[in-house]
C-alpha cells in the first residue's frame, strides 16, 4: 500500500514558476513509476509527466514540454514537479500517481496506476 500526499499548489501569475512535491509513503517507493496528471474544470484527466524507478526515463505531455520538470529523490520517497512558464491554461489540480509495474508506452494512461493522491490546485493568473 502507497500512501500519496501532494503539496505545493498555489495562485501565480502567468509566466511564473511553482514546484509540486509528492510525498510518498512505503517502502518500495523507490521501485515505482510515479506520474504526475492533471484535471482541469470540466475536463478529463490528462496526463503531464512520468518517471521510472531510476529516473533514467521520462515523458512529457507535448503541451508542457520544455516548461515542467520531473524528478524524483528515492531516500527522501519524493516525486517532484518544477513547472515554469506557467500559463492560464495550466490551471487544473494536479495529481501524483504511482504504480508497481513496469515503465512502458502506457505511462501516459490514467488507468494503468494504482494509487493517487488528493490533488493540489495550481491556479494561473493572465
Known amino acids: 500500500q502507497v500512501q500519496l500526499v501532494e503539496s505545493g499548489g498555489g495562485l501565480v501569475q502567468a509566466g511564473g514558476s511553482l514546484r509540486l512535491s509528492c510525498a510518498a509513503s512505503g517502502r518500495t517507493f523507490s521501485s515505482y513509476t510515479m506520474a504526475w496528471f492533471r484535471q482541469a474544470p470540466g475536463k478529463e484527466r490528462e496526463f503531464v509527466a512520468a518517471?521510472?524507478?531510476?529516473?533514467?526515463?521520462?515523458d512529457y505531455a507535448d503541451s508542457v514540454k520544455g516548461r515542467f520538470t520531473i524528478s524524483r529523490d528515492n531516500a527522501k520517497n519524493t516525486v517532484y514537479l518544477q513547472m515554469n512558464n506557467l500559463k492560464p491554461e495550466d490551471t487544473a489540480v494536479y495529481y501524483c500517481?504511482?504504480?508497481?509495474?513496469?515503465?512502458?508506452?502506457?505511462?501516459?494512461?490514467?488507468?494503468?496506476?494504482?494509487?493517487w493522491g488528493q490533488g493540489t490546485q495550481v491556479l494561473v493568473s493572465s
Open positions: 500517481a504511482a504504480d508497481n509495474g513496469a515503465y512502458s508506452g502506457y505511462v501516459t494512461r490514467s488507468n494503468k496506476y494504482d494509487y
Open positions: 518517471m521510472n524507478w531510476s529516473g533514467s526515463r521520462t
